[in-house]
């Protein structure tokens, strides 16, 4: 999708849509779920950087973290990260900044940008999984358990 942005085969509003439906299609399909552990969680990442991109018209990125020698283009007034859903706003234009882009994460030698959200999403998703995979084993030794009292 962003290749396609990137020729100017579809335009900037178009882009936005396209990208707050994706959006939206994940937190409702995350609804289905709200009741597991671990899911309210990402439900409020997703809600965090729809808030902040719906604000921005992109993900926000704090110019200091922006990876060295990134392509930037200028699109409606705005300096757009190629090949990212980013955007190097000045600081005084960015509404929610600190729901951007601002929190590094080093693995190595690569550095990774993420937001409040997308860290709130992490932390979910990790939670429900876990919780899957606990109540699985817990699962596992109840029934073990019921077998050899039924066999007993």
């Given at each position: 999708?962003?290749?396609?942005?990137?020729?100017?085969?579809i335009d900037a509003v178009a882009y936005r849509i396209l990208l707050m439906g994706t959006l939206a299609s994940a937190a409702a399909g995350l609804w289905c779920l709200r009741r597991q552990s671990g899911i309210p969680l990402a439900i409020l990442g997703i809600s965090l950087n729809a808030l902040v991109i719906g604000a921005n018209g992109a993900m926000p990125i704090a110019p200091e973290l922006l990876p060295a020698g990134p392509?930037?283009?200028?699109?409606?007034g705005r300096s757009h990260v190629v090949g990212t859903k980013a955007a190097q706003l000045p600081n005084a234009e960015t509404e929610l900044a600190w729901l951007g882009d601002v929190l590094?994460?080093?693995f190595g030698h690569r550095v990774f940008v993420l937001s409040v959200g997308d860290a709130f999403i992490a932390i979910g998703l990790a939670w429900f999984v876990m919780g899957l995979s606990i109540r699985t084993v817990a699962e596992l030794r109840f029934r073990?358990?019921?077998?050899?009292?039924?066999s007993g």
């Open positions: 999708m962003l290749r396609f942005f990137e020729r100017g085969a392509t930037v283009e200028v699109i409606d590094p994460l080093r073990r358990c019921n077998a050899t009292v039924r």
